[in-house]
């Protein structure tokens, strides 16, 4: 069974430009969450989709969206790009919301 | 703010003794808990998950649950320096997000 599968693995942007990180939950997982990781910070929840609905929402500023496709899929998108959004972004799928979550292999994005 | 506490490290160990992670939380209402395992440059693994108050084993690894002191512990036994890595407790209410704790940080000594 396939796990959870981010794209791209890796990405270097530079300041002002926008982002857009894609993940596709293992199959049948209809919740997926979104993280950002930083050595400082630790594990930073973004929002979380089930079913093409958000269902919960992190408190990081409106540069910060997502959104969840029919077949599970979720894309998250940072726009206006700032050295600080450099992090490790991780995404979780689950069958439910109150279930085991599972972990993609992330996305390493810097920002210069 | 629901908040998930654990001692930092790093926590030192020979190669072959138990290895006691330990991790807080602050929400009553808690009711999943979880410990997550990421080596360095590495995405978290789930190790192991427990619901209900007491022990569970699974191989070398047992998570103990203590509800009434809001307290959640994972056990390794025989630590293998391949044990060596991040280990994070994750705690989760209902519907709610999972909340991490920062990770302790293990370092299994050969």
């Known amino acids: 069974k396939a796990g959870v599968t981010q794209t791209p693995r890796y990405l270097i942007k530079t300041r002002g430009q926008q982002v857009t990180l894609s993940c596709s939950p293992i199959?049948?997982?209809?919740?997926v969450s979104w993280y950002q990781q930083t050595p400082g910070q630790g594990l930073q929840f973004l929002f979380e989709y089930f079913s093409e609905t958000q269902r919960n929402k992190g408190n990081f500023p409106g540069r910060f969206s997502g959104r969840q496709f029919s077949n599970s899929r979720s894309e998250m998108n940072v726009s206006t790009l700032e050295l600080g959004d450099s992090a490790l972004y991780l995404c979780?799928?689950?069958?439910?919301?109150?279930?085991?979550?599972?972990f993609g292999q992330g996305t390493r994005l810097t920002v210069v | 703010q629901k908040e998930v506490e654990q001692n930092s490290g790093p926590l030192s160990v020979p190669e072959g003794a138990i290895a006691s992670l330990n991790c807080t939380y602050s929400?009553?209402?808690?009711?999943?808990f979880f410990w997550y395992r990421q080596y360095s440059g590495k995405s978290p693994e789930l190790i192991m998950s427990i619901y209900s108050n007491g022990d569970k084993e699974d191989g070398r690894f047992t998570a103990q649950l203590n509800k009434a002191s809001q307290y959640v512990s994972l056990l390794i036994r025989d630590s293998q320096p391949s044990d060596s890595a991040t280990y994070l407790c994750?705690?989760?209410?209902?519907?709610?997000?999972?909340?991490f704790g920062k990770g302790t940080r293990l370092s299994v000594i050969a």
């Open positions: 199959s049948g997982h209809r919740s």
């Open positions: 979780a799928s689950s069958l439910a919301t109150t279930s085991e979550a599972f």
């Open positions: 994750a705690v989760k209410a209902g519907n709610t997000p999972l909340v």
């Open positions: 929400d009553r209402v808690s009711q999943s």
